[in-house]
């Protein structure tokens, strides 16, 4: 693995770095405290195209590799992680399997507002009795004529309140199981479809999620994305892309936290001195740097098989266990270097401790990762 990023890798981070810096994290605390979606800083993401790196330039994304995606990533999740996720959603989980599986005229209809940041995608796989075990679908398309009809309930599905179109997998086929399973592209706006109103979270409180119901939703034939039966396969090639996706979410919040907890501690004094001048803070420091490194050389590692072409699941799994692991001890040491304030939520370090949280549960637990990572280790 090339360490040395190009001149167009380093251009997207420093990009991404200055829009974060100036424009998100000055609004990152409020955006928390209000729960309220960032739609304007969503739109201007899209201008910057960051709302379709890796899209190509044809239907209007900006045509780079994964590795300059983990890099803006990083950089916007480490201002506000609420703004980063609806990102990597639309950019990792919807555009994504667009580009690799859409017919011409759903890339027309859909890949290029997306990858614009005219509108705003979601992707539903998880269910109320369908999370780690996704292969037990209840959600249902038939065919009705030349119409899908399909009816069902989705959970947890992130930027759903606010998005155009949700990606939806479905069982055309239950005697199939897994291989009995497809994918659809549904508008939000269609009949029979309701999203109900936004979760109350602990934290990434921005970024809307919320249950949304199929209730006989009919569709045309145009709406299946892939052929029928490849619905589980498509969901999990997809998020072996999210999962590198959500690893960059954790190293930039593991990444906000040690800078803030860094700053802290040296300006905090305690017996005549600045705290950093204490081994017991030193130590903490030096852990938490050294994680954070290994977390992006993982991350970095998966993006760049992601770019060679190869098959990048167990190397997406391993950056996402150990990149959400890595973002919860260090919050929770920055909470600890920042002693009472760190329990206020006056200070940042609180959020990231919240935040990071979900990295350890979405887009596949880190009991789910480990499961990827042993079945690939005992196969090959
Ligand atoms: N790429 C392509 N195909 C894959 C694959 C991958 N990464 N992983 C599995 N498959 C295929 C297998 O090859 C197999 O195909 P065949 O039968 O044709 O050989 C088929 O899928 C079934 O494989 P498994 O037997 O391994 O499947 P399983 O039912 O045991 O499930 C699992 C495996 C890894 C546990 C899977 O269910 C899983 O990933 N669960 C977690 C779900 C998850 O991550 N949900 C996240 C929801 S989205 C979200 O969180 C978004 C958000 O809010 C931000």
């Known amino acids: 693995m090339d360490l040395e990023l190009t001149p167009e890798q380093k251009l997207i981070r420093d990009t991404a770095r200055d829009f974060a810096q100036k424009e998100v994290a000055p609004q990152a605390a409020r955006i928390d405290k209000e729960h309220r979606f960032p739609s304007e800083l969503i739109a201007k993401m899209g201008e910057l195209g960051l709302m379709g790196i890796a899209v190509p330039e044809a239907w209007g994304g900006a045509g780079m590799d994964a590795v300059s995606y983990v890099l803006a990533l990083e950089e916007i999740c480490k201002a506000c992680a609420s703004t980063g996720v609806i990102m990597s959603v639309n950019n990792s989980l919807v555009c994504d399997p667009l580009v690799k599986y859409g017919t011409e005229a759903q890339k027309s209809e859909w890949l290029v507002p997306l990858a614009t940041g005219k509108k705003l995608g979601c992707y539903a796989l998880s269910e109320p009795e369908a999370g780690s075990d996704a292969a037990a679908q209840k959600t249902s398309a038939r065919l009705d004529g030349d119409e899908w009809v399909v009816s069902g309930t989705k959970n947890f599905i992130t930027n759903a309140p606010k998005a155009d179109v949700v990606l939806v997998f479905a069982t055309t086929d239950a005697s199939k199981k897994h291989h009995g399973i497809s994918a659809f592209l549904i508008p939000t706006n269609a009949k029979g479809v309701t999203v109900g109103p936004p979760d109350d979270k602990m934290g990434i409180r921005g970024a809307h999620s919320s249950q949304v119901f199929f209730d006989d939703c009919r569709l045309p034939a145009s709406a299946l ?156």
Do not use: C
């Not at 999210?242 to 305690?270: H, L, N, S």
């Open 225 to 380: 994305l892939g052929a029928p039966g490849d619905g589980f396969k498509i969901a999990m090639s997809t998020l072996d892309g999210g999962r590198i996706g959500i690893a960059a979410q954790a190293v930039g919040i593991a990444q906000a936290a040690f800078e803030a907890a860094t700053k802290y501690a040296m300006e905090r004094k305690t017996f005549g001195k600045p705290i950093a001048e204490h081994q017991a803070i030193q130590f903490k420091l030096a852990d938490m740097s050294t994680d954070i490194d290994a977390a992006r050389m993982l991350l970095w590692r998966a993006a760049t098989v992601k770019d060679e072409g190869g098959k990048f699941t167990k190397e997406a799994a391993m950056a996402k266990v150990f990149a959400a692991e890595v973002a919860n001890r260090v919050a929770k040491e920055a909470v600890q270097v920042f002693g009472g304030y760190g329990y206020l939520a006056d200070f940042p370090v609180e959020r990231h401790y919240r935040d990071a949280k979900i990295t350890e549960i979405y887009e596949g637990t880190s009991e789910i990762q480990r499961l990827v990572i042993a079945a690939s280790v005992l196969r090959d």
